[in-house]
């Protein structure tokens, strides 16, 4: 059963969401959440994690609360590839001590846990390519000029998965034509993310997550288009993932 982490009420512009194949984690009360995620935050949201099975669809609501992934990922108990669908790397150095955040998660990751053997980067901006070093082979990318440049084929021929997946999808990966986030956006186009898993259901899943929402389509009346926009792009995501488990 996939799970819907409800921060910000976005999530309840979506009718399909409302069905009961969904399991909602109210997480709006929450302080210490935004971007950044404190001790005693963490310390909630690993108790509301432990109550739903790892390997299923996540919904993690916008890219503000990616740090979830890193979260998900502590619960996996055996070597593992993480793939990362997301316009930016989310390898910056942690700014405030060890405090983890939406744009480091994936650093702390590799920093802390011994069982992630292997990142895979798709769609990174590639302004943003030197957050990546510092990892040898252990870090690969796939950069947002190779997705606009290559054959997606080709591209999917490169990715080298040496052991089961867990999947992070952050939609700003996307081109604005597929849906609206709250940060700048990429280049992927839906055949392209389509074809990608598909590939990846050749491998064991662990799991998947997605972020990647607009809160402000709740509030702003020029934003009433877009969650229609958005209803339709997550409701095909839901199809193209359930599928997998």
Known sequence: MPSVFNFTHVYEAYAFMQDEAFNWVDCTQME???????????????????????EAV????SGDY???SKLWTDRITETFTLV???HHPD???????????????VRVALE??????????????DKLMEETSGFGDKVRVVSESDLLRQPTDKI?????????????IDKDVMTLNECSTNWD?????????????KHLKQHKVLGIDICGEEPKILTECCYGQDAKFNAKFNEGLYNLTKEIF
């Not at 390898?91 to 998660?105: H, T």
């Not at 021929?157 to 999947?167: A, G, H, K, S």
Request: proline share 5%; hydrophobic share 40%; net charge negative.
């Open 58 to 61: 996540h919904w993690i609501d």
């Open 112 to 125: 802390q846990n011994p069982l992630l053997r292997q990142v895979w980067l798709i769609g990174v901006d």
């Open 156 to 168: 999917i021929e490169t990715l080298q998965i040496d052991f089961p997946v867990y999947l992070s």
């Open 84 to 86: 990362v669908l997301d």
């Open 185 to 197: 956006q990429g280049s992927m186009s839906w055949q392209q993310l389509e074809a990608l898993l």
């Open 32 to 54: 210490g959440t935004d971007c950044y995620c404190d001790t005693e935050a963490e310390k909630q949201l690993k108790g509301l994690m432990a109550n739903q099975p790892l």
């Open 66 to 68: 990616h740090y979830l």
């Open 91 to 105: 390898m910056q150095r942690p700014m405030f001590g060890e405090l983890l955040s939406c744009g480091s998660w």
